[in-house]
């Protein structure tokens, strides 16, 4: 019963879609119109004060969880405030109270953060050869190619920037002079034209450090992995607030815990406009990321269910996937609406964002399944064209579709309302870009304002090897202002980038004997140095590729990545979520919740935090965490850890839980 629905998907691949057509579904667009290469990085953690401001905004405002990120954006985070960015499969960036945090590039292999203020942290479990992630602060640059835990603290005048975990780096200072940063050691930047520096073995994990420690570790048990690409975000938060099912015609599917009587997909949240990725649909739900931009949704008969499709090894990022509706229908006499509605199994996207020659044209990017057009299921040599695409399944779904009245979309939180199913008939796909324009509370995820940083940290410059994207052209391109005096960071010092480790014959590091932590040189100074290989460590980079329909990892490098995830849960087992259960299910998935925040002070190495006085809404509030235990698990007795084993042994008197039991089976 498992696989029928692969078998008929197979039998129906011979079936033909007549009618003329201009574009093979299976040929890619024109290499003028290719879709973007890049997943977004998306705020995936909140907790106290974060505010969030864009390009083109007149405020800042509270940050929300799933906000995609483009260049440009930037973080702050107040008293207490702790936030986490994700921005690969096992990347991520994590900053503590009162730290401003930017993000000013994103390409295919090269991620660039701007720290001004505060401290920040990067757990990097997998970084593909090649790549570069750059950290700018106002005294250095740092260039990172190798995977590992990297912590930098700012101060008035210093920059204090360490490796852990068998991590390292090359520091750029405004002179342009490059210095090795090796495994498990520190730098001290002091001044920025003339500045001391000092280097040393780096000191022992902060209990901040510990705690990011365990939260990447709870992000990347694989409870969904047999149903989803190891390479989608977003997918750690579904067992926790739903269940996966097996239904006959589409396979294994996930059904939403706790919504509504009514509800609907794309229907609680708001619609945003990133300068990358046009209108994007930022949903109110914690879970609401991978089911928002990867696979499609069903009806399944009396509920709603997302379905992945069969799995592919690098699935494709899109905005929304759902298809916009225009017609006659009016919401009220002279109040023109705008409707949308989910994306059936198999049905393509028209894109309404990208480069011309992509948008308006069929596009089943990341999508591994049959390709179903007005319900039928098409061969990939097909010819389709899209204005031969009439029906989509979940338009006919009773209240599937959404309206708005025009004037309101993307001005705020979605007030849907609903269309009787008669005149849905009435309406046609829109099969191109959208005309509505967006405004200054479009580039948002939520309304009222969010804390403001002092000026004098929003108007630090730093360090960089490669000037910030600029979006100002697509800005007033949208009729959006983007004047520089509303701009929070300032221009950058640009110096030269580093050579990569790969094109360097040889690194300096310090010696076993080293100078201490305390020992000052001049920058460009190389203190007593051995030779060291200069190679970074092995990754285990997913290929890219097509997917095959069969679940589990696939290749050396994902069951490396298994083993490698099941010993760092071995290290770090956090509390069992309390609470009750949905309803059915059929897989056996732990229910935890995630580790407790670090503390508003990462000296505070003991401060606890209150336990949560309720479970999280469908409006997406953010859960309080549990206190924190006395000492973090695999803690080190007396001494640093150790560099190259990813997470500390799990001490021997700690019992696992049942819910990590029961997931390693």
């Known amino acids: 019963m498992r696989t029928r629905w692969i078998i008929e998907a197979l039998v129906t691949l011979a079936m033909v879609v007549s009618g003329p057509g201009t574009i093979r579904a299976d040929d890619p667009p024109p290499s003028q119109g290719q879709p973007s290469e890049i997943t977004p990085a998306r705020v995936s953690y909140t907790y106290g004060e974060v505010s969030f401001w864009r390009p083109g905004a007149q405020e800042w405002a509270e940050a929300k969880v799933n906000t995609p990120l483009?260049?440009?954006?930037?973080?702050?985070?107040?008293?207490?405030?702790?936030?986490?960015?994700?921005?690969?499969?096992?990347?991520?960036?994590?900053?503590?109270?009162?730290?401003?945090?930017?993000?000013?590039?994103?390409?295919?292999?090269?991620?660039?953060?701007?720290?001004?203020?505060?401290?920040?942290?990067?757990?990097?479990?997998?970084?593909?050869?090649?790549?570069?992630?750059?950290?700018d602060t106002p005294n250095a640059a740092f260039t990172i190619e190798s995977k590992g835990y990297y912590h930098v603290d700012l101060s008035e005048d210093t920059t204090t920037f360490r490796t852990h975990r068998g991590g390292s780096a090359t520091m750029t200072g405004a002179a342009g002079s490059a210095t090795p940063v090796p495994a498990n050691q520190q730098i001290v930047i002091t001044g920025t034209d003339t500045p001391n520096v000092a280097t040393g073995t780096a000191p022992p994990l902060t209990a901040w450090d510990r705690w990011n420690y365990e939260r990447t570790a709870y992000l990347l048990q694989p409870a969904n992995?047999?149903?989803?690409?190891?390479?989608?975000?977003?997918?750690?938060?579904?067992?926790?607030?739903?269940?996966?099912?097996?239904?006959?015609?589409?396979?294994?599917?996930?059904?939403?815990?706790?919504?509504?009587?009514?509800?609907?997909?794309?229907?609680?949240?708001?619609?945003?406009?990133?300068?990358?990725?046009?209108?994007?649909?930022?949903?109110?739900?914690?879970?609401?990321?991978?089911?928002?931009?990867?696979?499609?949704?069903v009806f399944?008969?009396?509920?709603?269910?997302?379905?992945?499709?069969?799995?592919?090894?690098?699935?494709?990022?899109?905005?929304?996937?759902?298809?916009?509706?225009?017609?006659?229908?009016?919401?009220?006499?002279?109040?023109?609406?705008?409707?949308?509605?989910?994306?059936?199994?198999?049905?393509?996207?028209?894109?309404?964002?990208?480069?011309?020659?992509?948008?308006?044209?069929?596009?089943?990017?990341?999508?591994?399944?049959?390709?179903?057009?007005?319900?039928?299921?098409?061969?990939?040599?097909?010819?389709?064209?899209?204005?031969?695409?009439?029906?989509?399944?979940?338009?006919?779904?009773?209240?599937?579709?959404?309206?708005?009245?025009?004037?309101?979309?993307?001005?705020?939180?979605?007030?849907?309302?609903?269309?009787?199913?008669?005149?849905?008939?009435?309406?046609?796909?829109?099969?191109?870009?959208?005309?509505?324009?967006?405004?200054?509370?479009?580039?948002?995820?939520?309304?009222?304002?969010?804390?403001?940083p002092p000026a004098a940290i929003h108007e630090r410059t730093v360090v960089?090897?490669?000037?910030?994207?600029?979006?100002?052209?697509?800005?007033?391109?949208?009729?959006?202002?983007?004047?520089?005096?509303?701009?929070?960071?300032?221009?950058?010092?640009?110096?030269?980038?580093?050579?990569?480790?790969?094109e360097r014959a040889s690194v300096a590091t310090p010696s076993a004997e080293g100078p201490s932590s305390g020992q000052r040189t001049r920058s460009g100074e190389s203190p007593n140095a051995r030779r060291a290989d200069p190679s970074p460590r092995p990754g285990t980079t997913p290929d890219a590729g097509v997917g095959a329909p069969r679940p589990g990892p696939h290749g050396p490098e994902e069951k490396a990545r298994a083993r490698e995830d099941k010993r760092e849960r071995a290290a770090v087992q956090p509390e069992p979520k309390q609470g009750k259960r949905p309803g059915e299910e059929t897989e056996r998935v732990p229910r935890q919740a995630p580790p407790p925040p670090p503390p508003h002070d990462p000296a505070a190495s003991r401060q606890a935090a209150p336990r949560p006085?309720?479970?999280?809404?469908?409006?997406?509030?953010?859960?309080?965490?549990?206190?924190?235990?006395a000492k973090a698990p695999g803690e080190p007795r007396g001494r640093g850890e150790r560099p190259d084993e990813g997470q500390p042994s799990q001490r021997p008197n700690e019992r696992p839980d049942r819910g990590d039991r029961r997931s390693d089976r």
């Open 70 to 135: 483009a260049p440009g954006d930037v973080l702050y985070t107040g008293q207490g405030g702790n936030v986490e960015v994700q921005f690969g499969p096992r990347a991520f960036v994590r900053a503590g109270n009162g730290t401003q945090l930017g993000l000013d590039n994103q390409e295919p292999d090269f991620v660039q953060f701007r720290v001004t203020s505060g401290h920040a942290a990067l757990d990097v479990r997998e970084i593909a050869p090649g790549n570069t992630v750059e950290i």
């Open 225 to 297: 992995t047999q149903y989803v690409s190891a390479s989608m975000y977003g997918t750690e938060t579904l067992a926790q607030h739903g269940t996966w099912r097996t239904v006959e015609s589409y396979g294994p599917v996930w059904v939403p815990a706790s919504v509504p009587p009514g509800w609907v997909p794309y229907s609680t949240g708001r619609w945003i406009w990133d300068p990358r990725f046009g209108w994007t649909w930022l949903d109110d739900a914690p879970w609401g990321w991978a089911p928002y931009h990867y696979g499609r949704w």
């Open 300 to 452: 399944a008969g009396s509920y709603w269910a997302w379905a992945p499709g069969p799995v592919v090894v690098r699935p494709v990022y899109a905005p929304a996937l759902v298809v916009f509706l225009g017609g006659p229908v009016r919401v009220t006499v002279g109040v023109r609406p705008l409707h949308w509605a989910p994306l059936g199994w198999g049905e393509p996207v028209i894109p309404w964002w990208g480069r011309p020659g992509f948008v308006g044209v069929a596009w089943w990017g990341g999508w591994g399944g049959p390709r179903v057009v007005n319900n039928v299921v098409v061969n990939r040599t097909t010819t389709v064209n899209v204005t031969n695409i009439t029906v989509y399944k979940n338009v006919h779904v009773h209240n599937a579709v959404v309206a708005v009245p025009e004037e309101r979309f993307g001005h705020g939180h979605v007030q849907p309302t609903r269309i009787d199913d008669a005149r849905v008939r009435e309406l046609t796909p829109v099969r191109g870009a959208l005309e509505v324009k967006p405004v200054a509370a479009s580039v948002m995820p939520a309304g009222g304002s969010g804390v403001k």
């Open 464 to 502: 960089a090897t490669r000037a910030p994207r600029d979006f100002t052209p697509t800005l007033r391109a949208q009729g959006l202002g983007a004047d520089r005096e509303a701009t929070p960071s300032a221009a950058p010092r640009l110096v030269p980038a580093p050579k990569p480790t790969r």
């Open 613 to 629: 006085q309720a479970a999280p809404d469908q409006r997406g509030r953010r859960e309080a965490p549990p206190e924190p235990r």
